[in-house]
């Protein structure tokens, strides 16, 4: 059974991301400080939660975050989670996790802010999260930002709702996903298998 840690920043709500990842045999357990993560195959960082208080959170163990990386250790963004691997976000003042190059910006104003709903996926390049994953099949969103990464040969996927919202970022053991897999039915918890089969390596 692989073992892998949710990352906690405060932000709660993240029963049904570690129950997802349970009912695909994973052990999991809910931490508050990187620098224990030696024991784990695997990083979860969460999608629920404000830009600034998350990275205030993840601050103390920002080093140990950037040894992960280094380390290749297979860490999964979710929503915000994702939106902190890149420079800046315009729902906050403070630098991201910056692993990524790039920002994270608002929704336009046309749009319902939160985007709360269902919308398809569409496959722009082959990737692991999304092995097995159909063109077109359909993920839960929830959120008001979109990314925008300055290299975007790490895009694998993106939704389109009037704009190309990207969906799925991949490149070697960093994953993002701007929708909740947890809470995205069958097609989630094959993204959250293809998670997991990497963190088994």
Not at 162 to 190: C, R, Y
Request: glycine share 8%; charged share 25%.
């Amino acid at each position: 059974m692989v073992k892998v840690a949710i990352f906690d920043y405060g932000a709660g709500n993240i029963f049904s991301l570690k129950s997802s990842l349970e009912k695909n045999e994973a052990e999991v357990d809910i931490i508050t400080n990187l620098k224990k993560i030696k024991n784990y195959s695997g990083l979860l960082l969460p999608g629920v939660g404000n830009f600034d208080p998350a990275i205030t959170s993840l601050n103390t163990s920002k080093v140990a975050f950037q040894d992960l990386v280094k380390d290749q250790i297979p860490i999964l963004g979710i929503c915000l989670g994702m939106e902190m691997f890149f420079e800046k976000s315009e729902e906050g003042k403070l630098s991201g996790l910056g692993v990524f190059d790039g920002e994270v910006v608002i929704l336009p104003n046309k749009f319902k802010i939160p985007h709360m709903g269902w919308n398809d996926l569409q496959i722009k390049k082959p990737s692991v999260l999304l092995d097995g994953v159909k063109e077109g099949s359909w993920v839960y969103f929830v959120h008001s930002y979109r990314v925008k990464p300055k290299n975007e040969d790490i895009i694998k996927a993106d939704s389109d709702y009037g704009i190309n919202v990207p969906a799925v970022i991949e490149d070697n053991t960093l994953f993002g996903t701007q929708f909740h897999p947890e809470k995205s039915g069958k097609v989630g918890s094959m993204m959250i298998k293809n998670f997991l089969r990497v963190c088994k390596k």
